[in-house]
């Protein structure tokens, strides 16, 4: 059972930052896409960012240029910087790992982490 374990969440003004961390209890964790997702409250939830195995990176319009995810696979954490917070970040993020190989895939989420930014 892979386990994920989001920390950092709080409460922030508008403009502030806040940094999600999650760690992953995986041996496949250097060969996982990590991503960060969030929901909003009577929303679904979307995708944030993601990173894959070889570093490549992918945002959602609405995070580029204010939010950062990196990885380090020595820690096996996944890291989302989030600057410049705005009321609409607001949002519970979940932690997601896809390990994918031929014949199938894996794919785990935290349990989430709320998130929240007041104007």
């Known amino acids: 059972q892979v386990q994920l374990v989001e920390s950092g969440g709080g409460l922030v003004q508008a403009g502030g930052s806040l940094t999600l961390s999650c760690t992953a209890s995986?041996?496949?964790?250097?060969?996982?896409?990590m991503g960060w997702y969030r929901q909003a409250p009577g929303q679904q939830r979307d995708l944030v960012a993601t990173i894959d195995p070889d570093g490549l990176t992918n945002y959602a319009d609405s995070v580029k240029g204010r939010f950062t995810i990196s990885r380090d696979s020595a820690k096996n954490t996944v890291h989302l910087q989030m600057n410049n917070l705005k009321s609409e970040d607001t949002a519970v993020y979940y932690c997601?790992?896809?390990?994918?190989?031929?014949?199938?895939?894996?794919?785990?989420w935290g349990q989430g982490t709320q998130v929240t930014v007041s104007s």
């Open positions: 995986k041996r496949t964790f250097s060969l996982s896409t």
């Open positions: 997601n790992s896809e390990y994918r190989w031929i014949e199938g895939a894996k794919i785990d």
